[in-house]
């Protein structure tokens, strides 16, 4: 299904990619479909600076592969805006990449350090979701 398509099925929907690189994009989107990765964040100060839309409840968004291209579609089941201090290890460990909170926080910190915007009090638009539709591996064009 192409996104042209996907976005008259949800007309409300907003797209993005996970990770700010084509591996770690492919990397959480697997994890999504592994049923592994339940939750995301990012600094509520990217939303801002790029104009990008805020998670809402009950908005089923498009997860887009790092080409673009459809991956799946997703629902927001609920949004809190945390302290990346005060981030739960129960909201890490649903975002499926780390194995303990002590983890998340070096790997965020160093995401969030690429992107320019780390504090620890930085305010993060943490999400949970569930996946909706798996549009599959990323078809070749031909």
Excluded at 93 to 115: I, P, Q, V
Aim: hydrophobic fraction near 40%; aromatic fraction near 10%.
């Amino acid at each position: 299904m192409t996104l042209e398509e996907l976005e008259k099925l949800y007309p409300d929907a907003a797209s993005f990619q996970f990770g700010d690189n084509e591996e770690l994009c492919k990397e959480l989107t697997a994890l999504v479909r592994a049923g592994r990765k339940t939750a995301t964040c990012e600094a509520l100060e990217i939303f801002f600076e790029t104009g990008a839309a805020l998670p809402e409840v009950g908005r089923k968004d498009i997860v887009l592969n790092w080409d673009d291209t459809p991956a799946l579609v997703i629902e927001t089941k609920q949004v809190d805006w945390v302290r990346f201090k005060d981030v739960s290890e129960e909201f890490a460990l649903a975002e499926g990449e780390d194995d303990s909170l002590t983890a998340w926080r070096e790997s965020h910190k160093r995401y969030f350090e690429r992107n320019g915007v780390f504090s620890n009090d930085m305010l993060l638009v943490c999400e949970r979701f569930r996946v909706v539709r798996d549009l599959g591996v990323k078809q070749t064009k031909a």
